[in-house]
């Protein structure tokens, strides 16, 4: 069965910490998204990558960084986390060609304090 | 500005009755339409797509419409279950890898 897995279903941080979710994939998926869910907002797109060392900002891409050194793996970066980024976060990968739709990650609820 | 909206945030439907969610888009560009439904404290799931040269797909108790010239899909459960019961959210998609989502909306299937 494939698979996205996120390292942290929930997580407590402090303001101002530096925060990394880790996202891995093993169905050898060239495209990888970030995105966070919050009530009323849906869910938006943070950061995205379409292969190794490959990045392109979201919707919402302030305050976060990512990185793809590996094809199966995807990290979000958040530099110095701040209240307002309480939310959840969803990993996603993609095989690549609108028709195949995304296969998402359990999330990771992040919660600063 | 939201491309894709979803503007019923919830919707509660008695079981075996039919449940429609409705979705609106704004991009003309958009030509590939997607629902997923997320249970809590899970990723959301594939449910049924539909590409823009159709007005219709089933698959099941599923069917998703898509009206192109006033911008809207809806999707229908028919008959709805309480196993239904989750936040659903459309997507479109312009013709890329990328995917936009709506705000969601909240489906209650009661006894």
């Known amino acids: 069965d494939v698979k996205v897995t996120q390292s942290s279903r929930y997580l407590v941080k402090r303001t101002g910490e530096k925060v990394f979710l880790e996202c891995v994939q093993d169905?050898?998926?060239?495209?990888m998204f970030w995105y966070r869910q919050d009530p009323g907002l849906g869910l938006r797109l943070i950061y995205f990558?379409?292969?190794?060392?490959?990045?392109e900002k979201g919707d919402i891409p302030e305050g976060y960084s990512v990185s793809r050194e590996k094809k199966e793996r995807f990290s979000l970066i958040l530099e110095s986390a701040s209240t307002n980024q309480t939310s959840m976060y969803l990993c996603?990968?993609?095989?690549?060609?609108?028709?195949?739709?995304?296969?998402f990650g359990s999330g990771t609820r992040l919660t600063v304090v | 500005d939201q491309q894709v909206k979803q503007n019923s945030p919830s919707l509660s439907v008695q079981e075996g009755r039919i449940s429609i969610l409705n979705c609106d888009y704004t991009?003309?560009?958009?030509?590939?339409f997607l629902w997923y439904k997320k249970y809590p404290a899970e990723g959301p799931t594939f449910l049924i797509s539909?590409?823009?040269?159709?007005d219709k797909n089933e698959d099941g108790r599923f069917t998703v419409f898509l009206n192109k010239s006033a911008k809207h899909l809806s999707l229908h459960i028919v008959p709805s279950q309480p196993g239904d019961s989750a936040v659903y959210f459309c997507?479109?998609?312009?013709?890329?890898?990328?995917?936009?989502f709506g705000t969601g909306t909240r489906l209650q299937v009661f006894p």
């Open positions: 996603a990968s993609s095989l690549g060609g609108q028709f195949y739709g995304y296969t």
């Open positions: 169905m050898d998926h060239e495209n």
């Open positions: 990558s379409y292969d190794v060392k490959m990045k």
């Open positions: 991009n003309s560009m958009f030509d590939y």
């Open positions: 539909i590409s823009s040269i159709k």
């Open positions: 997507a479109a998609s312009p013709n890329t890898d990328k995917l936009i």
